[in-house]
């Protein structure tokens, strides 16, 4: 089984321009956990996860861990959202993009994204590096399992 059998094509891409505030939008009225950035052709130039953008908030997590009580310091977080205002897609996103193509063997882009630590992959397409989908470690496992349940029902019947 590929990539292209089980990948998402409804997907959310996001161009370098796209002003920081939007960024967010995206993520959580999408309810993706990640963005990928596309020049005007729709060729991959960066990915903004969600952790890319709450970095940006607080950019340092030790510092939050030993002083929970500037948690309670709402306007300086206020202040920071404030100057984040101006940022955009290229401000914030990851240049170096693990990938997948297409035509990919599930198991080896699953592969990738264990050792990677990833969640997904932007998608491309076979020949060259247009964003064609998205894939996660969910979208694999139900392929797996499905196949599975469907070869198991198979076999059942034909016991019968």
Do not use: C
């Amino acid at each position: 089984m590929l990539i292209g059998d089980v990948m998402s094509t409804s997907i959310t891409v996001v161009l370098p321009d796209t002003p920081y505030k939007e960024l967010w939008r995206a993520i959580f009225r999408r309810r993706v956990n990640a963005l990928p950035v596309v020049d005007k052709r729709k060729k991959l130039i960066g990915i903004i996860t969600k952790e890319d953008l709450l970095k940006t908030l607080y950019a340092d997590y030790e510092e939050l861990i030993d002083d929970f009580s500037s948690v309670a310091d709402f306007e300086k977080m206020e202040e920071k959202v404030r100057e984040l205002s101006g940022f955009t897609a290229k401000d914030v996103m990851s240049r170096r993009v693990v990938y997948t193509r297409e035509n990919t063997p599930i198991m080896r882009a699953l592969s990738r994204m264990i050792v990677r630590r990833l969640n997904q992959l932007p998608v491309l397409s076979k020949g060259d590096d247009y964003v064609v989908g998205m894939v996660t470690k969910g979208d694999v496992f139900y392929a797996l399992v499905r196949r599975q349940l469907t070869h198991s029902d198979k076999t059942a019947k034909k016991k019968k």
